[in-house]
């Protein structure tokens, strides 16, 4: 990753190797990145109060409260993605990044050529959930204003075999590339739908359908 497009993200380490804390930040610091150092779980939890980092890089064994009880908080009460670091590389540890949300698992010891690979593969990861989450968000806004947009999504996932937030994006490039308001889009599939449907029963039951030859 470039300087240019690490420039202002936030990394939070936590720790309680000093040594290795001061390692961490000053590799990422290298590469471009903005960082925030923590001994502890606790010391972790005041800076994320201040500020969410983009990315947390979490020692799975703290004192007091420990890596994997701090990644429950983070991932419960607020949205930053986060990375576990661990002196062993048995499967187990690597299921329980995985089974805590984790975006990626790095193995002490640290170094450089192994680290920066995997810190960007799951801060990439991040990025993904991130997207995920606030497309999320925007279906929903767009869900609870108006009950057109709704079955105009419910509409195309039917049509198309899609899924819900597919759908939706796809309804939404289609009103601002025309420059008009989404829930229109919407009103207007549902005319076309409703027309097409009282076309289709006028063909059924027009004479020369039902007196055509079989």
């Known amino acids: 990753m470039s300087l240019a ?8 380490i936590v720790d309680d190797d000093q040594l290795l804390l001061e390692f961490l930040g000053e590799l990422l610091r290298h590469s471009g990145y903005e960082t925030a150092l923590a001994l502890s779980a606790e010391e972790a939890l005041r800076q994320v109060a201040v ?3 983009d990315l947390a890089l979490l020692d799975i064994h ?8 701090l990644a429950k908080h983070l991932h419960a009460e607020t949205t930053v993605p986060f990375m576990f670091l661990s002196g062993t590389g048995d499967g187990e540890s690597g299921k329980q990044a995985a089974a805590y949300g984790a975006v990626g698992y790095v193995v002490k010891p ?33 869900l609870a204003a108006g009950r057109e947009t709704s079955l105009a999504v419910g509409l195309l996932m039917g049509k198309f075999q899609s899924d819900r937030n597919t759908a939706f994006e796809v309804l939404r490039d289609h009103a601002r590339s025309s420059r008009r308001k989404i829930n229109e889009i919407a009103n207007q599939l549902l005319t076309a739908e409703e027309t097409l449907n009282s076309l289709r029963g006028a063909f059924s039951q027009h004479p020369n359908n039902q007196q055509r030859p079989k």
Do not use: C, W, Y
Request: hydrophobic residues 50%; glycine residues 6%; aromatic residues 2%.
């Open 5 to 12: 497009s690490a420039a202002k993200r936030l990394i939070l």
């Open 51 to 53: 500020r969410e980092p």
């Open 62 to 69: 703290l004192p007091g409260m420990s890596g994997l009880e």
């Open 110 to 142: 640290v170094d450089a050529a192994h680290l920066m690979p995997a810190f960007e593969a799951g801060l990439a990861r991040a990025d993904d959930i991130r997207q995920l989450r606030r497309t999320e968000v925007n279906l929903n806004a767009a």
